[in-house]
């Protein structure tokens, strides 16, 4: 690896701290909005509860740490038939912390043991590499979509302010410890 390709890496490791922290404080604002009702109410059709994508996201994130990075304190699973909002919330705090160490290591050019993304036991491995963080990214945006859609199809939309403000990506990083924004520490 060349000297410009490890400043590179080093810069995307630390971008990818507040990046994943920026998601996770997005999971939390839905949590923190959302009409306690809507939690394990029944959507309509065979689709999952806002309850059960919530832990589906955070078990999601343990098994890539699991995979990835079982050096790392692997967080506990959560059950989606018990889970509240405030085991929910706990949950994801943590598991994102794990998911950042994990990312920090693996994208941070320093020579850490991951070598390979293993998002799943049938999935082939991926080399580290932006599509790494990308891919977690688009799994919890995917979900973060279905939990916006569900609470309104059951009768909970989120405040305009909460839905669109989850978009608001200075705010974000500056309530995860970022003062300048995106672009400005990496």
């Not at 405030?86 to 994990?102: I, N, T, V, Y």
């Not at 080399?127 to 939990?147: D, K, N, S, T």
Request: hydrophobic content about 40%; charged content about 20%.
């Amino acid at each position: 690896m060349t000297a410009r390709q490890r400043k590179v890496h080093t810069q995307l490791g630390q971008a990818a701290l507040h990046i994943f922290a920026a998601n996770d404080r997005m999971n939390q604002i839905l949590i923190e909005h959302l009409d306690p009702a809507a939690w394990r109410a029944k959507p309509p059709g065979k689709v999952r509860t806002i309850a059960a994508i919530f832990t589906h996201m955070h078990n999601v994130r343990c098994k890539w740490v699991r995979l990835t990075a079982p050096h790392l304190k692997i967080p506990r699973q959560i059950n989606r038939a018990r889970c509240s909002p405030q085991e929910a919330r706990a949950g994801l705090a943590e598991s994102a912390a794990r998911c950042a160490e994990m990312l920090a290591e693996a994208l941070g050019g320093s020579g850490g043991s991951i070598d390979n993304f293993l998002r799943d036991n049938w999935a082939s491995p991926w080399p580290v590499g932006p599509e790494m963080l990308y891919y977690m990214l688009a799994h919890e945006a995917h979900h973060r979509g279905q939990i916006c859609m569900l609470a309104h199809q059951i009768g909970f939309p989120l405040p305009t302010k909460v839905a669109s403000g989850i978009w608001n990506w200075e705010k974000l990083w500056k309530e995860c410890g970022s003062p300048h924004g995106p672009g400005y520490d990496s």
